[in-house]
T-cell receptor, first 112, second 112 residues
Framework: SAVISQKPSRDICQRGTSLTIQCQVD?????MFWYRQQPGQSLTLIAT?????????ESGFVIDKFPISRPNLTFSTLTVSNMSPEDSSIYLC?????????FGPGTRLTVT | GESVGLHLPTLSVQEGDNSIINCAYS??????FIWYKQESGKGPQFIID?????DKRQGQRVTVLLNKTVKHLSLQIAATQPGDSAVYFC???????????FGQGTELSVKP
């Protein structure tokens, strides 16, 4: 199994600012994923982050808006840039384990 | 594009009754399906999975049924308990990239 922690757990930010979310895993993993969960909605994949390479973004998500770092096999960051109220969501980090995909507790972001 | 959706957005059951949560998927090439449980303030938690070469799989109090003919997936929870109250998501594993595609989610409410 994999234990995932995220920082911050929640934040309230002003529009136009940026927030960097950290994801820490207790074991080395190759593939890490970042998801967005808008209020009352399902999870949507933002990007896949592999160590040593550029993140791969899904349709509708761009690097300028959601830059991602993956400096090693246990850590990743997602930045939400130039935020607007539409960015208010839960952002979840996820890793692929041997048997299943694990999710962090999420970061609840509110943009005012 | 591909999508995974649910028939019922909310489900309310009496404690002790059986619950059935349904899901429809559209990508006939998918070969792996997972049910997740998400409690308030937490990330999704793996419940049970099934591969496309099976039509039924049982766990502790849970059973997943897969009907590939009509692209339908269901989760059955036996003797539903208040602790089962959560949002349940079906997810489809993309066999061409390993990406999880989530359905809309069903909120299960268990009345004591």
């Amino acid at each position: 199994s994999a234990v995932i922690s995220q920082k911050p757990s929640r934040d309230i930010c002003q529009r136009g600012t940026s927030l960097t979310i950290q994801c820490q895993v207790d074991s080395q993993v190759t593939m890490m994923f970042w998801y967005r969960q808008q209020p009352g909605q399902s999870l949507t994949l933002i990007a896949t982050a592999n160590q040593g390479s550029e993140a791969t973004y899904e349709s509708g998500f761009v690097i300028d808006k959601f830059p991602i770092s993956r400096p090693n096999l246990t850590f990743s960051t997602l930045t939400v840039s130039n935020m607007s109220p539409e960015d208010s969501s839960i952002y979840l980090c996820s890793v692929e384990g041997q048997d299943e995909q694990y999710f962090g507790p999420g970061t609840r972001l509110t943009v005012t | 594009g591909e999508s995974v959706g649910l028939h019922l957005p909310t489900l309310s059951v009496q404690e002790g009754d059986n619950s059935i949560i349904n899901c429809a998927y559209s990508n006939s090439a998918s070969d792996y399906f997972i049910w997740y449980k998400q409690e308030s303030g937490k990330g999704p938690q793996f419940i049970i999975d099934i591969r496309s070469n099976m039509d039924k799989r049982q766990g502790q109090r849970v059973t997943v049924l897969l009907n590939k003919t009509v692209k339908h997936l269901s989760l059955q929870i036996a003797a539903t308990q208040p602790g089962d109250s959560a949002v349940y998501f079906c997810a489809e594993k993309n066999n061409q990239g390993g990406k999880l595609i989530f359905g809309q989610g069903t909120e299960l409410s268990v009345k004591p």
